[in-house]
């Protein structure tokens, strides 16, 4: 095996098959990063065994200037091999693979020498055929995994709770993300074929680091699921994750369907009050705001609290306060997630009682897009 | 106490003297902000016991608009009171000391009510009163300060090591560092009264806090020395620091004054190799690289290795290879540490045998800056 490659692109697909690699691993094998040249091209994989991913480099595409010398596979020590590529001297490097697998490494006049691993000893890549593809604008599957993950346990004392539920029937997406204390859900309408079925539970790790790997020159994604594998193709880099098995809650009859008070805000002007109350709140040892509504004067104040620091309170600029008067308490870092995942927008506040869960939707097209938060009782 | 202020302003002067403050601190007094106000305007105190800084926002500096209601002097839980100010929503805030010490801020319409602590009870600065001022440029002690402690030890095995020796005679400032494996000494000529003699080491902490402090508007720093602590006067910041006490060693005898081999580089280039070769340096249990110098072939060639990763070697660009064949073998930490503090220059290296410490000095003006490094036996 030998080639010469243009070292800047060779660095940029290193660092997307990195991403799957821990330094935890248990497995010898997986702290290394796998390559392997054909005539069409070089494939790099890199695994954790729950996630995987490979990138390919075509030698076709003349952009990539990959020369190659003789075809074959290794597998090489994944941090170092990343570092020595990122500090090679010149814009060209030579990789060639000499006997028992030492590996030579060659660029202006520095030369690396590095113990290889034999690749027929590299775990191999789930296959998954389906003709069922379904294609999804990349930004807007960027932007479901981050209004979803965020309500996802990172306790694993419920496995199940740790993954994005995610069903696909008649054309419509749904993704759902519960911690049992908030929920996020997101629906998306899919131009795929009617008959196209899916009902799975991708872990929301696996959904983040999918998320990190999608550049922003990538425009579509395409998902495929096997038994008890998904795999995403973006480009030149495809993404395999593990499905978590079980069943997932019902979800559905979580969400309230009526409110009895109703009021709606700025997002990123909510989001700074309850960052400005949740700093003596974070010093208490129960972590709580107090918010009040009174749409007979008006007015919706919340209230921080912390014996050793201090107190805060602050009037909210609102609008379309409506119903009820109520006083209710919650955790503000829930709050913060749910109000950072709408971004610059307005949102609607439906609350039912002090003790029942609380929506919020954003104030135009409420139907594709609720965070649920439940308060904490106070008394 | 009773004011009004500009908040951006005040955020920065609330973060140059938070750098005092240290979280770690068994005095509770001094987990606190001091702020005082008289007529002519605010002074903001910090202090971990070591270093102090102070910083002044004067009442009759209009950009600061500063509006003094009433005078006084409180002392506010430092972390807390500068993340609140930062998240205030309006431009301006007022702060106003009510009773038991009790301070509200106000800003828009959010209101903080924070737990204060008697100013009384604050500590008092040392005060230095000395007619012997030493001025000196920004810049030019912010390259001091880099340039010397890189060698300052950070073992509290020989205290005396962690400071640096600033020795001011016959308008000569000599700057000296060592951690007795290796050794920087800076020279500066001050238009200075030629009466000023000092001796005195200062904690190479507290010159880092120092250099950190300077910003980039201030262009002069005066240096005022008393018995045991040292003030640096920069704008409007006054930032004291304790002086070690002891006897340095004496370090001029330690520079070699004759070479047997020499060879001049490129900084940035021979560092961009060294960083190279330790990758697979570090990867080894004793972090060494060798450097062969053959005047003959001119030929300079660095070597790493790590029996677990491998190794690699690379031809050295260089100039003006003089003298006598040479192989030694250094810590490429020690190495990339000096060679960073000479920034982008022409240097030249000077070695006497295998065992003996090495020079590096700018090729250009010799005198002023050298770099001294222990080379390890490795036979």
Do not use: W
Not at 4 to 22: C, E, G, H, P, Y
Not at 199 to 224: N, Q, W, Y
Request: proline fraction near 4%; hydrophobic fraction near 40%; glycine fraction near 4%.
């Amino acid at each position: 095996m030998q080639f010469s490659i243009k070292r800047t692109l060779f660095v940029k697909k290193l660092n997307d098959v990195q991403r799957a690699i821990s330094s935890k691993t248990t497995i010898p094998i997986l702290t290394g990063i796998k390559l392997a040249l054909t005539d069409a091209g070089l494939m790099l994989t890199g695994s954790d065994a729950d996630i995987s991913i490979e990138a390919f480099i075509s030698a076709t595409d003349e952009k990539n200037e990959l020369e190659i010398g003789s075809t074959g596979a290794i597998v090489l020590p994944a941090r170092f091999f990343s570092e020595i590529v990122k500090k090679l001297p010149e814009d060209t490097m030579t990789l060639e693979v000499k006997d028992n697998f030492q590996t030579e490494l060659r660029s202006g006049s520095a030369s690396f020498t590095i113990n290889g691993l034999d690749a027929n000893n590299y775990p191999h890549l789930p296959s998954i055929d389906t003709e069922k593809q379904v294609v999804i604008d990349a930004n807007v599957l960027k932007q479901l995994i981050a209004q979803t993950v965020i309500a996802v346990s990172t306790q694993e004392s419920r496995p199940i709770l740790t993954g994005v539920h995610l069903v696909l029937d008649n054309q419509e997406l749904l993704a759902v993300a519960t911690d049992s204390h908030r929920l996020s859900q997101r629906k998306l309408h899919l131009d795929i074929d009617k008959d196209i079925h899916y009902d799975v539970i991708i872990p929301g790790k696996s959904l983040l680091e999918l998320s990190r790997t999608l550049s922003d020159d990538v425009e579509t994604v395409e998902m495929r699921i096997a038994e008890n594998q998904v795999l995403f193709v973006a480009g030149t880099i495809s993404f395999y994750s593990r499905l978590l098995e079980g069943n997932y809650p019902e979800t559905s009859r979580l969400i309230p369907s009526s409110s009895t008070t109703q009021v709606e805000f700025n997002a990123p002007q909510l989001l700074a009050a309850i960052e400005r109350a949740s700093l003596l709140s974070h010093a208490s040892h129960n972590n709580v705001i107090k918010l009040t509504l009174d749409p007979a004067k008006d007015d919706v104040t919340i209230y921080g609290n912390s014996p050793d620091v201090g107190n805060v309170q602050e009037t909210l600029t609102h609008s379309n306060l409506d119903g009820e008067q109520l006083e209710i308490s919650f955790n503000p870092d829930y709050m913060k997630d749910a109000l950072r995942s709408f971004g610059q927008t307005e949102i609607q506040v439906a609350f039912t009682s002090a003790l029942r869960p609380f929506t919020l939707v954003p104030t135009e097209d409420q139907d594709h897009f609720v965070q649920l938060i439940t308060p904490v009782r106070t008394f």
